[in-house]
């Protein structure tokens, strides 16, 4: 906990044999980083289906 805390708010690696084992990274910065790939997914999905085929509705028929 004191090598988190002496982050003072960055993401730390922790290595293993001098290779990163895992990041230790302040829970701010995960949840902003879970709401932008949050984010993203709809994009992704708009971009796969931008090429296919589209139907007219109605509003009425909906």
Do not use: Q, W
């Amino acid at each position: 906990m004191n090598v988190a805390a002496s982050a003072h708010g960055k993401a730390v690696a922790v290595l293993n044999r001098n290779e990163p084992a895992f990041y230790c990274v302040p829970a701010e910065a995960y949840e902003a980083l879970m709401d932008k790939l949050e984010d993203m997914e709809p994009v992704a999905l708009a971009k796969k289906r931008a090429n296919e085929e589209s139907i007219s509705v109605s509003i009425a028929d909906l």
